[in-house]
Structure formats: structure tokens, C-alpha cells
DNA sequence: CCGAAAATTGCAAACGTTTGCATAAAATAC
DNA sequence: GTATTTTATGCAAACGTTTGCAATTTTCGG
């Protein structure tokens, strides 16, 4: 009737007159137990309803088969995206993940990493605040050869392993994508630099329009956390007198999102008098109208080969020192209604494919 | 150099040359330790960069401070809002979220309850699969009074807190607002019959037909999983031939979406010749166009809800029995292009038509 | 300055596993 | 039938905490 419902091994072992040692090593497929008493074992363990108590093994042993992931939050397309797969994948491997979001503050990110290692999690998997710089708060992770992997925001000058998408070639593409359909004066909306992701795709706009000979103008740059509320804002500054630009790179789908709204609202025809380009390819850009170009960034494999980099580290041996090493994941240029030439009729959906 | 990193409470209490009970109690702020030791200890735990080990603590108390969520998937606008709010309050309060997908697989759900109970999670709240009829696997958590909540997707007969959505107003609201507008034939998209939100909806739907003295139609109702595929499935059905209906009800916004770009395709114009209506208001029904009506259901309440269930239950003694109790979450409707009366009529409210 | 109450600190057991080593039983070799 | 290997099982320590109770120290009334 009460609380006595707990069954551990050594009741198990009572109740068939063995020892706990040879439950345990019973219920774990030891090689050195014969058969007979596997079978006996585990069918009292069912028949007692005992459940193993992964706390207790867990300190035993210093494995937790947990994994912890940081992103900035979940319910944003991208990091969820990822992270379902990440999850998915480390579950068939018998792992749990402990998802936690920073809500892009670093304070609650250095928060988490300290109570992430209290749970004495396996491993751990970061993309970091947009506002991140200084990642020692992880520096316990390396210390303690706990297998540390950055994805999309990652850091620059911190030896780590990242896994990370191919941000300047994206920059680059988006803007030369925007040059060929005619556009001459380019306004781009990115994300703080603070996040080198940023930097990277700001480094690919500038040097696509030095390629082509566009002047690179400081005032076309905008640096914002990319909200709605702060495009708009930034609209009202792009839009507030002439000379219009033909064309915008925003830095994420909510911001090109938010733009073509406003152009709506302002006359604006998109994309005969302006172009939009985002990034990251939501789901809801290919559902507006017109549909926006957008940069896939392919977030199932990066959810996937993060996956399989914690897998392989969780394999080795504890104290194999941790490598650095960067993998790129490829980015595909999705062209849509709102950087179509005004000419031609464009079909609603044409992916071009780069690299 | 090696991993002799892991400081313990035996190392701070050898270093002070104090007992480890001691160190344990200044730690936790004991009020029977002195400010002048516990301010050494915590000193010394720092210099030492001593971690507290969470899994120790909760083998010895039973308690591991962390809380399990299993919804379908994380990816989801629905359940990835409210697994945000679940997170973001539960940790607020000091405890971690393991959040789990079953993908919709009962399968998967099955062993997801096993392991999480095998970690000893403090509560669980859940969000069952399409097909969960049979919730004994859940039995375990009520055995062993271990707080349990569902929420969203419900069992009908399992007695266990449950925090919910107004669904049958749901269904009933947004039927009669089809008829409001002028329908007269409306078809219903509804999910599977095993999980019986959808059974409710299907209930509004009826009762509203009734009321508005439109007889019901079995043929008129789709049961079937919401995904894309599926909505376009029976799009070829409803429009292979006339009659065709004048307003579509969907039990999601997937599926509302899909229906409105059939109906771009063939050339029905929306809502002048076909009203339609979602559900869970997913940001994409805003901004397609034209916008879709849709049923809000206040995703951050219910995960609010949810977290506070869960606090209140976490801290209770572990033996109050669990009491049964029904939350309901209000809707409301929001209505947008897609069910908008046509232009061309002037704005009626129809109240009584013929008989 | 004594003794009792109050305030601190320490001892040791417990939480449920795993595992190195020792031992017992069974199988094999001679 | 004995000696040796192989195969199964058991003992006991460990993992890092927490906590009831006992022991010690401090405080303080008289």
C-alpha cells in the first residue's frame, strides 16, 4: 500500500538466494553468468517489477548516459529543428538529452553550463547567446575531458570541436544572387557581431559587392538582434526618405519576414521595386506571398552529424585529449518569388544548387 | 595533469580539517552550522572548484531534481511552445527538463516512460501520441507517487491531472462561425478518432450543425493523420467532383494551408467561393495569404499551467495520493481572411435561413 | 565559577549499483 | 583419481552525498 514499491537487485537477489553481484552482472549480459541464471534473473526482475535505478549506476560508475544541449531557444525553426534530430538519434543510442535554452542570456548560460555539470551529463552540445564572447564558462567541460561540441553559433578563438554551417559562402551567395537579378544598392540586416556567424555572412556581402564592383556602404548595415519589433525599426530608418534600396540580405527569415509586410503596407511591390532575401529557410517563407528566397542551411544534417561526433566521443576512452576541428555543413540558395526578375514569369519554387 | 580534477566534499573537508557532514550541511546552508564555517567551507569550495555531484544527492535522497516531458515532437509550433515555458519556469525553480519525443510512436513512448522512470524523474508531464488508447504504461509513475500530468493530448479514461484545451468549443466556435459566414456545407478534417481531442472537436462540429439545423454528413468527415500529405489526399477527393463544399474545417493549420494552396491551383477563390479554418493558430496562418482563421489555444498558458502543476505537486510530501482534476484552457477564435465574408455582399450576420 | 541549555560539529550508516578479486563448482586432461 | 583449466558465483569496497543521533563546545543564568 505504501512507498515499498522500490525494488532494487538485492531484492531480486533474496528472493532467488543469490548474490547482488551476480544479479548485476545477470541483468547486464555478463558474459561469466551462465544462461540458466540470466533467465532466472530477469524473470524475477519482471515479475517483481524492478526497475533499474540509473542514479545509483550512474554514480557507481561516473556515467550518467546523459547529454546535455544548449541552444538559444527552442522554439525558433532552426535550433528545433536540430535539436529533435539530435535528440532522436542520441535516444536510439540509448542516451538522454537534457535540452536547455539560454534564451540568448549569457548569464543563464553560464548558469546552465555549472548545473549541467552538477548532473554529471556525458557530454555537451552548445550553440551559444548571440552574445557570447568569452566561453570559459565551459572550460570545466574540457578540463574534465567531458566531450564539448559547438554547432551553428560557435566560437572563434575557443579550441573546440564545431560543427558549423558555411556562413560566408552563404553571405556571399545571397548577395551575389541579389547583383545578378540587377540590384545595385544592397541593404544588409544582420545579427550582432558579437556572434562571428554574423561577421562571417557580413565578410561574404562585402567581398560578393567588391567582386562586382558595388561601393560597400557602412549605412547599409544594420547590427540588431533579428526581432521583429527591431525590423521594423529598421524599415522605418531604410524608409524614412529616399533613396530606396533595390534590394535586402536580412540575416534571418522573421526580419525578410517582417520587410516584405512592411513593404506591403508602404506600397512597395516586391520584388519589382525591391528584393528580399533571408535566411535559414523557415517554413514560412515559402508560404507568404510573394514566397521568399532564403538559404537553406540544412539543419537535419547538422542535427545529424552533431549527433554522430558526440557519439563517436562518447565511444573513446575518457582520456583521449579533446581535438579541435571544424566541419561545414553546405548551404543551398532557395530561390523564391521575392528576388525573381521582374521580367521573367517565375515558377513558384526553383532551387539552385551551390557548391 | 591527468583526471584527478573531480573535487568532493571529502577533499574540502580534509582540507579544513573538518567532517564531511559538516561541509555537506555549510553547503546546504544548514541553519546548524555557523556563518563563520559555512563562509570557510564555501571559500575553500571555490579555490577548489568543487562541484556538487547530482547524482550522489539523488541516490541519497531520491530526488533528482529533474522533471521528464514527453510530447510528440519538439519541432512542432504547439508543443514547442509550450515545452519552452515548461523549461524556462521549472528551471526558474531549480529543476531540469528532460524533454522527450515519441514521435508519435507508441512504441516509442512505451520505452521513453520505462527509461525515464529507470532515471528516477520527480514528475513527469506528457503530451500522448495520436494512438495512445492504453496509458498503463504510465502506471509505474502512479504506483510509485511520482507526480504525473498530461496535458493537450489527454486520456479519456485514466485518472491523472489533466490540463487541457476547450476543444469541444473549440469545434463548436469555429463551426458556427463557418455558418455565420454563409456555409451551408462544411467539411470537417479531423485527426484520428483515438485521441479524443479530435472527438470533441468532431462533437462541437455536430452540434453546431445541429443547432444551425444543417444536417451532418458522415462523408463529410475526414479522420486521418494532419500531415501535408494527407490534407492534399483529400483535397483530391473533396474536389474530384461536386458538389463542392463552402467552407472546410481543419483540425490543423498544416492542413489549412495545404487546402488553401489546392484551392490557388484550381482556381477556387478564398473565402469568396471556400471559407477555411484552422486550428492552434501556427504563426504561418498569419501570414499567408490570405491569413487563416484560426483557433488560438494559448500554448504559453497551458505550458504555464502545466509548470505550476508540477511545482505544486513537486512540493507536497511524496505520499499525497494523486488527485484527479481537469484543467480547462480557454480558446478564441481568430478570425482573419480566409473565412472573412465576401467583399461583394454587404455584412450580413445570417441568422436564419431557410426552415 | 558551576551546571545546564543552546549551539556547533562529528560519526557512521544509508542510498542502489558495479567490479576486482577470491572462491567454489564443473569440466577437462593426464 | 588427481591435477589443472575453465566456468560461475560471492564478498566487499567503492561512488559522493545526506542525515539521525551522539558528542563536543560555547553560552549564559545564577
Known amino acids: 500500500m505504501s512507498k515499498r514499491t522500490e525494488k532494487t537487485i538485492v531484492d531480486i537477489a533474496e528472493e532467488l538466494k543469490l548474490s547482488v553481484s551476480t544479479v548485476s552482472r ?3 549480459n555478463h558474459p561469466n553468468i551462465s544462461t540458466r541464471t540470466k533467465e532466472k534473473v530477469k524473470k524475477m ?17 561516473s ?3 546523459t547529454v546535455g544541449l544548449v541552444v538559444p531557444r527552442i522554439s525558433m525553426f532552426f535550433p528545433a529543428t536540430i535539436s529533435t534530430v539530435i535528440q532522436n538519434k542520441l535516444h536510439e543510442h540509448g542516451y538522454h538529452v537534457l535540452i536547455c535554452q539560454s534564451n540568448d542570456s549569457l548569464e543563464q548560460e553560464i548558469a546552465l553550463a555549472e548545473t549541467l555539470y552538477s548532473t554529471r551529463i556525458d557530454a555537451l552540445a552548445v550553440s551559444s547567446t548571440l552574445y557570447t564572447t568569452d566561453f570559459s564558462h565551459f572550460d ?6 567531458i566531450p564539448l561540441v559547438f554547432f551553428d553559433r560557435v566560437p572563434k578563438d575557443y579550441k573546440v570541436k564545431v560543427i558549423k554551417g558555411d ?11 541579389l547583383i545578378e537579378k540587377g540590384c545595385k544598392d544592397i ?6 557581431l558579437t ?3 554574423y561577421t562571417e555572412r557580413v565578410a561574404g556581402y562585402k567581398n560578393a559587392l567588391r567582386k562586382h564592383k558595388i561601393p560597400f556602404r557602412k549605412s547599409r548595415v544594420f547590427y540588431q538582434e533579428l526581432t521583429k519589433e527591431n525590423a521594423l525599426l529598421a524599415c522605418e530608418k531604410i524608409f524614412s526618405r529616399p533613396p530606396y534600396p533595390d534590394g535586402i540580405f536580412a540575416a534571418n527569415d522573421t526580419t525578410a519576414i517582417t520587410i516584405l509586410e512592411y513593404c506591403r503596407k508602404i506600397n512597395l511591390r516586391v520584388p519589382e521595386d525591391l528584393k528580399i532575401v533571408g535566411y535559414s529557410n523557415d517554413p514560412r517563407a515559402e508560404i507568404i506571398t510573394p514566397s521568399i528566397t532564403s538559404v537553406d542551411q540544412f539543419p ?15 565511444q573513446q576512452p575518457g582520456t583521449t585529449p579533446q581535438r579541435y576541428s571544424e566541419e561545414l555543413v553546405p548551404i543551398q540558395l532557395i530561390e523564391r518569388g521575392s528576388s525573381a526578375a521582374p521580367v521573367s514569369k517565375p515558377k513558384t519554387t526553383v532551387k539552385k544548387k551551390v557548391k
Open 63 to 65: 556515467k550518467s548516459r
Open 26 to 28: 545477470a541483468l547486464n
Open 167 to 177: 556562413d560566408y559562402l552563404g553571405g556571399y551567395t545571397v548577395t551575389e544572387h
Open 45 to 61: 526482475a519482471n515479475k517483481l517489477g524492478y526497475r533499474p535505478n540509473a542514479m545509483a549506476a550512474g554514480l557507481r560508475n
Open 195 to 197: 556572434c562571428n556567424l
Open 140 to 145: 570545466i567541460f574540457k578540463d574534465n575531458n
Open 300 to 314: 537535419a544534417i547538422m542535427g545529424e552529424r552533431v549527433a554522430n561526433v558526440l557519439l563517436d566521443l562518447l
Open 187 to 192: 541593404v544588409h540586416i544582420s545579427g550582432p
